[in-house]
């Protein structure tokens, strides 16, 4: 069993050698760039940020006052990229959507319970996914095994092909693989989904439901028991700060890895606060402020707690370094509640 999930209940550091995704990039990718309604569906993705779209008007000496892609796409579409323009957002939009992500949940088991007991049976998801998501299909059976011959630390690994013809030229045929993990400490355990794509977390997210409901039914698991998310909502202001540089900068009796530096903050004023404190008042209009640097921890807003309550922090990326059983080497963590500015403003958003 890996040491890393024991060292963060909360956060699941990925190793992304455990995994592969692979995208089938359209055929003539590399021949034309494309340009008009083409570029803005493409644009208009999720995987390409406001900020990459900005970068480019503003190097061709473009400036807008407001940076959302709803007023810069526009712009985009009466430009004719450079090759090197396009390959920027190409690569950006593979990154994102092939980078791994891993949520991880708080369970409570019955007492001296043996997860491998109901490890056989069968996980049937044809019907989610026929409905819930008709371009992809299932490459392998959903069978879960046990981790180093632990009864108590079970997983499956799946893999799902998605090809959609009604989708645009960006979008050809893709496979994404994902895992699900279920692991029992003398009662106390965690749910880890580690995903790619979308259609890889949802189908993650079904056959949690699935297996959660076998527990049950086999008395493993109480049925009033649910796993335990960490919501947007359990936070003030000033906590969310507290957690995430807990998750990094403060974190203490540790052997195995260390924060190096926090990279990226996504951060904003909080809309409920009519006047900003005297030295983050130029905050006040903005919606979202995403900064990328060195050393961001020790910005003066990130650093003195007054500004704190004031402000909204939703995600950092952080970089680690790890040392353990004689491997050393550097990560990369990007810690947040992902759907923050996905879902307007809804405070019951998973961590």
Not at 226 to 239: M, R
């Amino acid at each position: 069993m890996s040491i890393l999930p024991k060292l963060f209940p909360l956060l699941i550091i990925i190793t992304p050698q455990l995994f592969f995704s692979m995208r089938q990039d359209h055929k003539d990718i590399k021949s034309f760039i494309p340009f008009g309604e083409s570029i803005r569906g493409f644009a208009n993705q999720q995987f390409i940020s406001a900020a990459e779209i900005s970068r480019i008007l503003r190097e061709r000496g473009v400036f807008t006052l407001n940076k959302e892609k709803d007023y810069t796409t526009p712009i985009l579409q009466t430009l004719i990229l450079s090759p090197k323009e396009f390959d920027g957002l190409v690569d950006a939009y593979r990154y994102r959507e092939d980078s791994f992500k891993t949520i991880s949940r708080e369970i409570v088991w019955e007492n001296n319970v043996d997860l491998s007991i109901i490890n056989k049976l069968p996980i049937d998801v044809e019907t989610f996914i026929k409905w819930e998501l008709p371009t992809c299909k299932l490459q392998n059976p959903i069978r879960f095994v046990n981790v180093d011959n632990n009864p108590n630390h079970i997983k499956t690994d799946f893999t799902i092909q998605r090809n959609d013809i009604n989708k645009a030229w960006y979008e050809q045929t893709n496979v994404f693989t994902a895992t699900v993990e279920f692991i029992n400490e003398n009662g106390r355990g965690r749910v880890i989904i580690k995903h790619t794509a979308p259609e890889t977390k949802e189908l993650a997210e079904q056959i949690v439901k699935v297996k959660i409901g076998q527990f049950k039914d086999n008395n493993i698991m109480s049925r009033k028991n649910k796993p335990k998310q960490i919501l947007f909502s359990e936070f003030g202001n000033s906590e969310r700060f507290a957690f995430f540089y807990r998750l990094t900068t403060k974190m203490q009796d540790n052997d195995f890895i260390t924060c190096k530096d926090i990279k990226d903050i996504s951060i904003k004023p909080d809309e409920t606060c009519d006047i900003l404190p005297e030295g983050i008042d130029w905050m006040q209009k903005m919606k979202r402020i995403v900064i990328s640097g060195d050393s961001l921890g020790q910005t003066y807003f990130m650093r003195e707690t007054q500004y704190h309550e004031s402000l909204v922090l939703w995600n950092i990326d952080a970089l680690f370094n790890y040392s353990y059983k004689g491997e050393r080497g550097t990560f990369t963590a990007s810690l947040g509640f992902s759907d923050y500015t996905k879902k307007d403003m809804d405070l019951n958003l998973k961590y």
